[in-house]
């Protein structure tokens, strides 16, 4: 028996296999210990550096670096088996936690997966070698500035992990060896790699940057591997220290969060499993550790991302199933053929496919070469609006449904088109001219160490440094779009109810005085989600017409704009600007979340729901596609329960598709939590691309959650 | 040849092994004082109506052609006896108030709705044809016959009270069957389904004789099925079985009541027969204890 538990919505309670002090030190972070600590410390003042004025900028941000690697607050845990903490607030506000007269001088970076593995496998003097042997030449004056940025960046990594050597010394001899070869040196061991791995991701994110991780498996698997060969180790000694990292990534949980979009988004995502190159599978033994160490504890902080695949081994995916059951929405999963094959068709290279990861949720990118971005756009506000004229203008007819979508479609190149061009204009001012040098940016020579291309090349991570430069245009309202089009195609063409005029003009005044038809619309009609083929066959259009609008600027330009799908939680905000829709739903009502049904218009289930979802061509959709699911923990009761998640997801891949995060939710205890949060400060809940512990959510995203739970509001 | 079909629902984890699709058949022989599906008893269509999800609208009123739905000032309800289960009111009914069971459906329209979701089945999930009674629905050897030769894992969920050659034609198509005993005293069987229950175990003996596997289920109603001698009953029988994998215990739980409230009938959920976790193991040790396995999934 453990003096811990850790919440669960299956109701036969979590495993237990780490030591007691491991679950100790894990109750704790959870419960915001050691995020108190970390606010305690905002950032770092920087106004006594001498020469400030005269500096550049990437001067001015190695010289602040300095300054705060030799001042931040140390910090070792009771219990903790690999050492290193990001220890300043304003880190988890995404701000490079310096300031000047009380003013924090940079954001920072975060939406990428950064290569770790540089650091493990060439340790810190390896790379100084590495950078101070290159051939700089052909460097002008700012190449040489970000040159030696990076040289200054490795100098403070070197002192903060001085720091971490004298602090151990004495009273943390077992960290204190580890310590006296990593990350100096190549990691050797697997308790090496993972300290090594854990002190440059803690690094990253001193400096207030949000990285993910990647493929964790495929970067320590080999390490742990030839330990348990050589038996200098075992199972159970590599989850404790493995373990230890993941309740690390958990020091930045607050203990009085401000209510928002949740506190558990730092996009520190990690993904496992999949195939490499030569068609193999990949899972190993790290990827199982890392499993069975998220269904013991519930961390959520590093939401995972498995890659499903044919000869996925079945061992795995009921080890996945059984940690989906326990709900929180920890693990997601990706089916890798259809991801592939978007990447393919992208035109990445054959070799890079196979590492892909994300950016913190789901948008896949090729780790350590990509910058990544997105744009969100409401293209429901564009049909209500641009199309149809609802809110304002004069109201236009359309004599069937061909002219409405030839008109969407139309509407949909120019949206897409400005939105490119004006990246553009922004990062390469003369690429109109063909000129496709990028605008210098702020510095950014932490991410960049961690970024294959920025050291060869002499630019920064934001200015072309890396091989791939993405900004994926993302079509935010697919799901009402699906149901708005069907609709009108039902009332005004089929059934000739009315004129798309006349609909317009109904839903101009928010459905007043159509009461009824608003019903009729809302509950008899086709909806996207049932795996309906007429509702389905127009959400398939809306996606390839948008793939189509992005398709000129996906490749051929110094950034790639590769299309994608999301909502994320902005269906929230978007519904301010939003007018009523002609599926029956009112001005304001908070409609459907990336790629999902809009709520309460599902009723056939999760089955029909995935299947109305792979309708569409998803590999057209590059940077991804998601599809949230919530389920009731009564369904994945037993064997049985664990099957049907099995089933789903083979049925997911099968029937293509991309990424699907299932959270597995019990209405009565989400109502619970509102009223008494005290007692579910550890709940956690898949809120998008990232998990949120419950109570840490405000009143509105609260109730989205709870409704796409299958809550009806005055139940 | 077409058969009335109550409900199809998917995502089933509770009706046979993995994920699965089962079909519910409207009719059944049996009148259990505590049935869980009242609304699948009738072999006719009927109307379910939901007095709180009525808005008051009237255009139930307007489309019923016998009269049976009633909206006044003061006055908003189905008439029953009127009500021929045409389904007039649901169709035109906005919010779902009125809800139509039983549709007509042949062999291949339903196969053609189970092989929708045939890429969730894996190698564990299915169909399960249950009701009401699915062995006494016209055309389901058809049905059966075409899920397997589609390659579909079949269960059936039956309560036995059917005709016994219907039992023999579909056991070559049925991969297992979940078999309901009600109770094993005779007496007590009439008085609690109105059937006797002589041939129910004819054709449980009969789908052993043909080598299919059944799992025996005993519903736990507090009071009416959970007294040691019935118990000791279910092990005698199981021992007589040769292909019988063991006895689940389900528990009885009112929900069926708001259901037959909304036919038109007495509420019958009571929340007395509701069994006690004690009673629950009590009877699980009672098995066990006669060398008899307890399924719990």
Redesign the interface.
């Known amino acids: 028996m453990s003096a811990y538990v850790f919440p669960s919505a299956y109701k036969g309670g979590r495993p237990v296999r780490l030591c007691e002090s491991t679950r100790h030190f894990a109750m704790e972070s959870l419960q915001g210990k050691y995020g108190a600590q970390t606010l305690e410390v905002p950032y770092i003042p920087v106004d006594d550096v001498l020469g400030w004025e005269r500096m550049s900028d990437h001067e001015r941000y190695t010289a602040a670096l300095d300054v705060l690697v030799r001042k931040c607050p140390v910090r070792i845990c009771e219990g903790e088996r690999v050492c290193g903490a990001a220890t300043l607030g304003a880190g988890v506000r995404h701000q490079v936690p310096v300031a000047r007269e009380g003013s924090i001088l940079w954001p920072s970076v975060s939406h990428l997966t950064v290569d770790f593995g540089i650091l493990v496998r060439e340790g810190i003097a390896g790379m100084r070698a590495r950078i101070e042997g290159m051939d700089t030449s052909s460097f002008d004056a700012p190449a040489m500035q970000r040159h030696d940025a990076l040289l200054r960046t490795l100098d403070a990594m070197q002192v903060w992990h001085g720091r971490y050597l004298e602090a151990t010394r004495d009273a943390y001899p077992h960290l204190h060896q580890t310590l006296l070869r990593v990350p100096m040196q190549p990691a050797e061991s697997f308790a090496e790699a993972v300290q090594s791995l854990w002190f440059g991701f803690a690094f990253l994110r001193l400096g207030g940057n949000w990285p993910g991780i990647g493929c964790i498996d495929r970067l320590l698997g080999p390490y742990l591997e030839r330990d348990l060969a050589a038996g200098v180790t075992t199972m159970d000694e590599a989850r404790e220290v493995l373990a230890s990292m993941f309740i690390k990534g958990c020091e930045w949980i607050e203990r009085d969060t401000p209510r928002g979009s949740g506190d558990a988004q730092h996009y520190q995502n990690i993904v496992l499993g999949g195939t490499d190159a030569s068609g193999a599978d990949v899972t190993n033994a790290v990827s199982y550790l890392c499993l069975e160490i998220v269904e013991e504890l519930g961390i959520s902080d590093f939401p995972i991302s498995v890659r499903l695949h044919d000869n996925t081994p079945k061992e795995f995916l009921r080890l996945l199933a059984r940690v989906m059951r326990h709900g929180g929405g920890v693990v997601a999963v990706y089916c890798e053929k259809t991801v592939l094959a978007a990447l393919r068709a992208q035109g990445y290279p054959a070799h890079e496919i196979y590492d892909f990861a994300n950016d913190g949720c789901w948008e896949v990118q090729i780790p350590g070469k990509t910058y990544f971005s997105y744009m969100p756009m409401d293209f429901l506000h564009v049909l209500l609006q641009d199309v149809l004229h609802v809110a304002e203008g004069e109201i236009a007819d359309f004599a069937d449904m061909d002219a409405i979508k030839f008109a969407y479609a139309e509407r949909m190149k120019q949206v897409a088109s400005h939105a490119c061009e004006s990246i553009l204009d922004g990062f390469v001012p003369a690429w109109r001219e063909g000129d496709y040098t990028f605008r210098l940016q702020m510095p950014t020579p932490m991410i960049d160490l961690f970024e294959h291309g920025c050291a060869e090349s002499g630019r920064g991570y934001l200015e072309s440094g890396t091989p791939y430069r993405v900004l994926s245009p993302h079509m935010g309202g697919v799901g009402d779009v699906a149901n708005a089009l069907s609709a009108i195609e039902q009332l005004c063409f089929m059934e000739k109810r009315l004129s798309v005029k006349q609909l317009c003009e109904i839903l101009r005044k928010d459905w007043q005085g159509e009461e009824?038809l608003a019903?009729?619309a809302k509950?008899?009609l086709p909806h996207y989600g049932n795996?309906d083929p007429a509702a389905d066959a127009h959400y398939a259009w809306a996606v390839n017409a948008f793939a189509d609008a992005c398709a000129p600027y996906a490749k051929g330009y110094p950034i790639m704009f590769p299309p994608g799908i999301s909502t994320f939680g902005r269906q929230i905000e978007w519904r301010a600007h939003r007018t009523a829709v002609p599926h029956g739903y009112r001005r304001g009502e908070i409609l459907a979340g990336n790629t999902s049904p809009t709520p309460g218009t599902d009723t056939?289930?999760?089955?029909?729901t995935?299947?109305s979802y792979c309708a569409a061509d998803l590999t057209r959709m590059t940077t991804g596609a998601a599809l949230d699911i919530k389920m009731h923990p009564g369904?994945?009761?037993?064997?049985?329960?664990l099957?049907?998640l099995?089933?789903?997801m083979?049925?997911f891949c099968?029937?293509g598709g991309y990424f699907m995060q299932v959270d597995v939710l019990d209405v009565q205890t989400l109502l619970d939590a509102r009223k008494h949060p005290e007692n579910y400060k550890t709940l956690s809940v898949r809120v998008s691309g990232w998990n949120a512990r419950f109570v840490t959510l405000d009143d509105q995203w609260q109730r989205m959650v709870l409704e796409r739970a299958g809550y009806v509001p005055g139940e | 040849m077409s058969m009335r079909v109550a409900e199809i629902?998917?995502?089933c984890?509770?009706d046979?092994?993995?994920?699965r699709t089962t079909v519910f058949f409207k009719g059944c022989p049996l009148r259990c004082v505590w049935c869980h599906n009242p609304e699948t008893q009738k072999f006719a269509s009927e109307v379910m109506f939901y007095d709180a999800l009525c808005?008051g609208?009237g255009?139930c009123v307007s489309a019923c052609p016998t009269g049976a739905q009633v909206l006044t000032q003061n006055d908003r309800r189905r008439v029953v006896s009127l009500c021929e289960g045409c389904g007039a009111c649901a169709r035109v009914c906005?919010?779902?108030a009125c809800k139509i069971v039983g549709t007509d459906m042949r062999a291949e329209q339903i196969l053609a709705e189970v092989l929708?979701?045939a890429?969730?089945?894996?190698n564990?999930?299915g169909v399960t044809l249950s009701g009401g009674e699915p062995l006494c629905a016209d055309g389901v050897i058809e049905l059966l016959q075409l899920c397997k030769q589609h390659g579909l894992h079949v269960l059936v969920e039956t309560a036995g009270a059917c005709d016994p050659d219907t039992v023999s034609a579909a056991a070559p198509y049925v991969d297992e069957f979940y078999f309901d005993i009600k109770h094993t005293d005779a007496q007590k069987h009439k008085e609690l389904t109105g059937a006797d229950p002589t041939l129910i175990l004819r054709n449980l003996a009969q789908i052993d004789r043909l080598g299919v596997k059944t799992r025996l289920r005993c519903l736990l109603v507090n009071g009416l099925t959970t007294d040691d001698a019935h118990f000791a009953h279910i092990a005698e029988l199981y021992a007589t079985l040769k292909h019988c994998t063991g006895v689940q215990l389900l528990r009885y739980h009112p929900m069926g009541g708001s259901k037959a409230a909304a036919l038109g009938l007495a509420d019958s959920g009571r929340e007395e027969w509701i069994p006690t976790e004690a009673q629950i193991t009590h009877a699980a040790n009672l098995l066990l204890s006669r060398g008899v396995p307890v399924l719990?999934?």
């Open positions: 009824q019903l009729y509950h008899k795996g056939a289930g999760a089955t029909a995935v299947r369904t994945l009761e037993g064997e049985n329960g099957c049907a099995e089933g789903l083979q049925g099968a029937l | 629902q998917r995502f984890t509770h046979g092994p993995g994920l808005i609208c255009a906005l919010t779902e929708t979701d890429a969730f089945y894996g564990t999930g719990t999934d």
